[in-house]
């Protein structure tokens, strides 16, 4: 299977880490996606916007699935397509990406709280499930966690 060129996911990365920046300008904790096509295009992106638009499931990983599988030409499947995020993803983005049936996943940060990429859960490796995304992580892991802290730190007003 064709995958993307590791330049293009380094340059997937260093977008969804310009999208976590911009999420915090709406008051949402910085975390950014970006979707790539199994030629590595960019297929997606997508900022968190929970709380800009008061979805609770307004993460950014699955505003940018959703995006991608609108543009991608396999129906709901982002078969051979790569997420790109900037924090390792919760259960729910974890798990919409074994639905969507994503090649891999590449994250920066790993979150000891709430990760489920192998944190505090390994949904997308689980072999109970029958498709685990190949997974890729702390790329450029410490800018995205510089970027939470600095949210976080400036949420706490210190
Ligand atoms: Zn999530």
């Known amino acids: 299977m064709t ?5 293009a996911v ?9 999208l976590a920046a911009a999420a915090q300008g709406w008051g949402d904790t910085p975390i950014g996606a970006v979707v790539l096509g199994p030629a590595g295009t960019v297929l997606a992106e997508a900022a968190n916007e929970r709380e800009r638009t008061g979805d609770p499931t307004a993460h950014a990983e699955v505003l940018a699935l ?10 709901w499947r982002l078969t051979g397509c790569t997420l790109v995020v900037t924090l ?14 994503v ?10 709280k709430a990760g489920a990429v192998g944190s505090l859960w390994d949904v997308v490796r689980d072999r109970r499930l029958n498709h685990r995304p190949q997974v890729t992580a702390g790329v450029r892991a ?14 706490r007003g210190l």
């Open 3 to 7: 995958r993307p060129a590791d330049d």
């Open 10 to 18: 380094d340059a997937a990365m260093a977008r969804a880490l310009e």
């Open 66 to 75: 959703r995006a991608a599988a609108r543009v991608h030409g396999d129906g």
């Open 88 to 101: 390792e993803p919760c259960t729910m983005c974890a798990g919409a990406s074994v639905l969507a049936r």
């Open 103 to 112: 090649a891999r996943v590449v994250y920066g940060a790993d979150d000891p």
């Open 142 to 155: 410490e800018e995205s966690a510089t970027l939470l802290r600095a949210f976080f730190r400036a949420r």
